[in-house]
């Protein structure tokens, strides 16, 4: 299994990003994935979640109405749409797949003035 994260940086609050997550090495459409963060001095919380076949997603309610979670099953990706950023919101993103408990290297996400 090799998952690997991209897309952050440093944005303005209000600003939007999007993540991306290459997945390798297992049938991607098989699986439920999700996005996670940990903030610097906090423990790694799950940010959203999307359904293998029928796309139906979660959200914790931190981010509910800003971040949308898709997937493409043709391509092995998942993203992670993010709008309306605060600087709550900078931590280190990563994806994750359901039943399996490696993580890939993340990508960092700052939301600064």
């Known amino acids: 299994v090799q998952l690997v994260e991209s897309g952050g940086g440093l944005v303005q609050p209000g600003g939007s990003l999007r993540l991306s997550c290459a997945a390798s090495g297992f049938v991607f459409s098989n699986y439920i994935m999700s996005w996670y963060r940990q903030a610097p001095g906090k423990e790694r919380e799950l940010v959203a979640t999307?359904?293998?076949?029928?796309?139906?997603?979660w959200y914790v309610d931190t981010v509910e109405g800003r971040f949308t979670i898709s997937r493409d099953n043709a391509q092995n990706m998942v993203y992670l749409q993010m709008n309306s950023l605060k600087p709550g919101d900078t931590a280190v993103y990563y994806c994750?797949?359901?039943?399996?408990?490696?993580w890939g290297q993340g990508t960092q996400v700052t939301v600064s003035s």
């Open positions: 994750k797949r359901r039943n399996y408990d490696g």
């Open positions: 999307i359904d293998s076949h029928d796309g139906i997603t």
